[in-house]
């Protein structure tokens, strides 16, 4: 997966061409990611987030993208996935459906992932909300698959997908160079496993797999 353009298909490559052009467009009036990494979106945005395909699990079918800023990884992953989605359905294999939800609190931010979504065809929900709000939480309900980049330290992270976990939820969080000070840290108020995947685009970067989440009880 080091080159993305080589590994997904023409339908896919169009929309992430499209997912590229509307980011230029839009990051001179939002601030979607930091300007330098503009030049290289495709390893530092797309790949960044394409990354997290291999450890979603075959059967999950409920996401949701915390802090989705301009898409990543969330919108990335529901692009990805799109195609297998559509094949699932036109075969009649669904046994559940699929859900795609992007929680993000900036509402700029918002009308731009429902654009790229728009244009590209591809299905999401998007909530212009904090994910503390418990209202949302009921909206979003139990889920298979929660994901962040750059959103909170990790036990704050932890803290707001856990109203999300189901019992076999996996939580998939994109870390820098302190991930393993980030999970010692939050031992100290939760119980989980905790999977260290090196990451593709940065030496000194982390994916984080959660399962099996849960507070620990307060002696």
Known sequence: ??????????????????????????????????????PDVWDRHFLDSAQLLPLIPAEARVFVDLGSGGGFPGLVLAILLHERRQNEGAAGGAERPWRFVLVESDVRKCAFLR?????????????STRIENPETQYKLGIVDVVTARALAPLDRLLGLAAPLFGERAV???????GAQAEVEAARSQWAFEALFVPSVTAVDARIVAVRSLRRRQVA
């Open 1 to 38: 997966m080091n080159d993305l353009k080589t590994q997904v298909s023409r339908e896919t490559l169009e929309r992430f061409n499209l997912y590229e052009s509307l980011l230029k467009v839009w990051q001179p009036r939002i601030n979607l990611v930091a300007n330098a990494t503009l």
């Open 115 to 127: 654009e790229v979504a728009r244009q590209a065809g591809v299905a999401v929900e998007i909530l």
């Open 171 to 177: 939580g998939l969080f994109l870390k820098g160079q």
